[in-house]
Every structure is written in C-alpha cells, then in structure tokens.
C-alpha cells in the first residue's frame, strides 16, 4: 500500500552463482571413478578366469567319459568273445557251465557298464554345453588327447606368478578404490565456497536504478564436519586390508591343494603308463593263450581281463585327474604350465651357452 503499490517500487535481481569446491574434491571423486573402473576390470578378468578354468575341466570331464566309453565298449566285446569261446569250450566238454554261467555274467555286467557310462557321458556333453549357455549340446563327439603327460614344473616356480591372479589385483584395487573414498570423505569435511554475480534493476529510486550486485557464501560445519562418512570409509579400508591379507593366504593354500593333486595325479599316471599297464596287458596276453591251448581254464582269463580293464580305467582316471587340477593350476597362476616350462627351458639353454 502506500508508496509501495503495485510495481511503483518493484526490485528486479538475476543472479548466477558457482560452487567452488575445495580440497580437491573434484580430483578425488576422478581418482575414485577411476579405482572404480580398475577394480570392475578386474572383477571381469576373474569371473572370465574363472569360466575358461571350469570349461575346461567339463572339457576334460567329457573327453575322459568318451575314453571311458571306448574302454567299456571294447571290454564288452571281449567279453562277448571269452562268451564265446568258453561256449566252445563247453560244447567240446573242455569246460564247465560254470564257467559259461560267469562269461555270460560279465556280458550282462559290461553291458550295464557301458549304459552308465553313456548317460554319465549325456550329463557331461550338457553341463559343458551350458558353459556357454546352450540348453542342448550342439556337438556329438570332442576332439581332443589326454595322452600327453608332461613334467611339472617346481612348486616355487609357480608360486612366484600367484601375484597375477585376479583375485589378489582385485584386493590391490579395492584398497585403492576405499583409499579414494576415504581421501573423497575427509575432503568433504571442508566447506565449499559458492560465489555469485548478478545484475539488480529497482523502480525504488527516481531514475530507476542499475546496479551490479556480487555475493561470497562460506557455511560453517559447526555440528557436522563429515565425521560419520570419514569413519565410514576408514573402517571400510581397514577392512580390504584384512580381506586382502585373508585372500593371499587362501589362494596360497588353494595353490598347495591344487599342486599337490596334480603332483599326486602326474605320479599315478606315470607310474600306471611304464609300469602297470604294460604289466597288466603281458598278464592278459599270457592268460589268454594259455586258455586256448588248454593250459588254463577261462576263471585265469577273467581274472586277468578284469585286471587289464580296471587298470586301463584307472589310467583313465589319473591322466583326467592330471588335467583337471593342471587347469585349476594354471587357473590360479593365470597362466599356462607349458609356457612356464618353456621359459625355464629357455633359461638353461641360456646359461648353457654362458
């Protein structure tokens, strides 16, 4: 009312105002983005580690059925054959139906064999299959060889490449990641400063006046000056810390396992290959001729067949076992045995020729 109806003293002000931030704020949340950045990257190197070791050994897993497969097939028709050939000598009065009874006892038997080990092989072919998130396995047979039993390399050698796991980068990360927080929490406890600039136009005055109006704000952090976040994030760090010292000793001892079961499994089938396995097939060979001239009956014959199969699974067995923790290995070291092997190769030849 008065002098001051309708626009007669109206005040008109645009003002922009900035936020200047201190403490390097800005740099510390970049430093944080980026530790972010490096530890999803390394996240994805593990989980990707991770899914190449487990394909692996469902590979592995498959090829060694299909060796199963073969050997209970060929076990079947041998068996088949001692069928027959006790038959024989049944029919000739040379041997009893008691033995015809058991020949005919480890026909069924293998044929119960072969059927497990096919719908073991079914399973197989599609847990490989949705290692890469096919719901059917769209292939029939692998291709591969499980022959191949390599030297390993000594433990200590390994254990010097365990610092290119994920895992262990993914804890050296997440220290820097919570190391930026904690630095981006404490800058926090420092007030920002807004700063601004405008322009005023009032109709109070006679000449309607310009005028040019500048503003600093400062807040005073009294009663809250971050303590909580910068607790936060201390208690947060010191937590990776023991994390990571907890992660170095498991993958350790993850390693251990791991090398120890491959040592164990290269030594049987070393051991099976030279040793056992060419014994158990002369036993067999022996067996078998002695039954056709008539100096053994047909139970010799079983029993070294028997052998001679439980040997070759065995075999079987050891050298899956040998790849499969090879693969843990080089899953955990993050890096190939032959390669390791050639380097140490390389390296004597080298002081060879020193």
Request: charge should be positive.
């Amino acid at each position: 009312s008065g002098d001051f109806r309708g626009t007669r003293s109206l005040e008109t002000t645009v003002a922009l105002s900035q936020l200047i931030e201190l403490g390097g704020k800005r740099a510390k949340r970049i430093k944080l983005a980026q530790a972010d950045s490096r530890l999803a990257g390394w996240r994805y190197e593990a989980k990707r580690l991770s899914v190449l070791t487990d394909t692996t050994q469902r590979f592995i897993a498959v090829l060694a059925i299909q060796k199963k497969l073969e050997l209970a097939d060929e076990d079947l028709k041998l068996a088949s054959a001692g069928f027959d050939a006790v038959t024989k000598q049944v029919t000739a009065g040379k041997a009893s139906l008691v033995a015809k009874t058991k020949a005919s006892v480890e026909v069924a038997t293998g044929k119960i064999r072969a059927a497990r080990i096919r719908r073991a092989l079914t399973i197989a072919r599609h847990e490989l299959a949705s290692a890469w998130g096919a719901t059917r396995p769209q292939f029939t047979r692998l291709l591969g060889d499980l022959r191949e039993i390599s030297a390993i390399p000594p433990s200590k050698k390994l254990v010097a490449h365990l610092d290119q796991n994920p895992e262990l980068a993914i804890w050296a990360a997440e220290l820097q990641q919570r190391q930026a927080a904690l630095d981006l929490a404490r800058a926090g406890a420092i007030p920002d400063v807004t700063a601004g600039v405008g322009y005023r136009h009032t109709r109070e005055t006679d000449d309607n006046d310009h005028a040019i109006v500048a503003g600093v704000s400062i807040p005073l952090p009294l009663f809250d000056r971050n303590q909580g976040a910068i607790l936060k994030a201390r208690y947060s760090l010191m937590q990776a810390k023991a994390q990571q010292r907890a992660a170095v000793v498991a993958l350790h001892t993850e390693f251990e396992k791991a090398y120890q079961t491959l040592a164990s499994a290269h030594s049987d089938a070393i051991a099976l290959r030279d040793e056992v396995l060419p014994a158990a097939k002369s036993s067999y060979d022996a067996s078998g001729q002695s039954f056709k001239h008539g100096k053994s009956g047909y139970l010799d014959v079983l029993d070294a067949q028997r052998t001679l199969i439980g040997v070759r699974r065995q075999y079987i067995e050891a050298r899956e076992a040998y790849y499969t923790a090879a693969a843990s290995v080089e899953g955990i070291i993050a890096q190939p045995l032959k390669s390791i092997t050639k380097m140490t190769q390389k390296n004597k030849d080298t002081d060879n020729d020193k």
